[in-house]
């Protein structure tokens, strides 16, 4: 290790010269052990790690990481997968492991985002995991070890060019951070608060009745939220982040969008959608795109143009906006949490049609009481965390 290393460039070819270093004299806790990661991929790498350690820590479940300019496409923890996940994921052929599952379940979560993605591990990466990331387009990794085989595979991915990126598990930053903007240095304490079920001890809804599943999906949001660009909505379900809002104005359009791609995860799982067939040699982004075409409104045009001929094998029936949202309304017990509190009850009339049934906020609204008021009226349990989790 040293203690800084040289890189390419910056966020764009033009901004050189670029590197990352240690101002206090200690080595860099990270060790390349393959390719040239570059600027953005370090923050990727450094964001996703400490999501995927409080995640760890948080749920004593290995976890992991899917990320895209600086927030997470997915976030995930080792529970066990169903068939129809597996199939959904494109992992029903292989062999998986805790940390395998976690992964699967991180990317899995918007496959059309984690395209080129960077991936983060809890725990040591295995030759499962490298297994499945050897087929799937991604720009790196970063994990506190990697057995032998492993990194053999990893080291054949992009000719030999995978980034592969090796932490120091124990590495503890300073407690004081600094960045530049414009010249001018920015300085503040870390957020060093922690996540766990303590803070969802707060409940002020009507219905009170919080269980174990949903304190730990609405930790595993509040966690990943932690580490998105802020505006930021997560709704989760089943040890997983379903859908992820990130980087919007107005909250609302964070619950809009999270809400959306968590709808498209839930419609992968609708019938028609597993039942489709496919013309041989279709790669697995291709399939993404294809089924993500087919689910949405656009699928009527493509029949009209008769492109559906250039990815199916036979001609699929409509999946209509009726069979849409009666699938939709089957889905319940999700978890929502939010990096600050929501300004009105259209948020929770939103995240209602995606099947949420617990929320966690920061509370400290002037119109908490309309929030409360809509959650009681679905009879939703919310938790005021008093925590704001805002990322910039």
Known sequence: MSQELMLKYGCN??????????????DLPIEVLNGRPGYINFLDAFNSWQLVRELKEATGLPAAASFKHVSPAGAAVAVPMSDTLKKIYFVDDLEL?????????????DRMSSYGDWVALSDVCDKETATLLAREVSDGIIAPGYTDEALEILKTKRKGTYNVVKIDPDYRPAPVEHKDVFGVTFEQGRNELKIDAELLK??????????????????ISLIALKYTQSNSVCYAKDGQAIGIGAGQQSRIHCTRLAGNKADIWYLRQHPKVLGLKFKE?????????????YISDEYM?????????????????????????AWLDTM????????AFFPFGDNIERARKSGVQYVAEPGGSIRDDHVIDTCNKYGMVMAFIGLRLFHH
């Open 13 to 26: 070819p033009n901004q050189k010269p670029s590197r990352i270093f240690m101002q206090d004299g200690r």
């Open 97 to 109: 492991s805790p940390i395998a599952t976690a992964y699967a379940r991180a990317r899995g979560a």
């Open 202 to 219: 707060n409940i002020v809804t009507e219905k009170k009745d919080l269980p174990e599943e949903a304190k730990r999906d609405l930790i």
């Open 281 to 293: 040699g279709i790669r697995r982004p291709d399939r993404d795109n294809t089924i993500d075409v």
């Open 301 to 325: 045009d493509v029949l009209a143009d008769g492109v559906w001929e250039q990815f199916f094998a036979e001609k699929p029936e409509v999946l209509t906006r009726e069979e849409k949202r």
């Open 332 to 339: 319940t017990g999700v978890s929502l949490g939010s990096d």
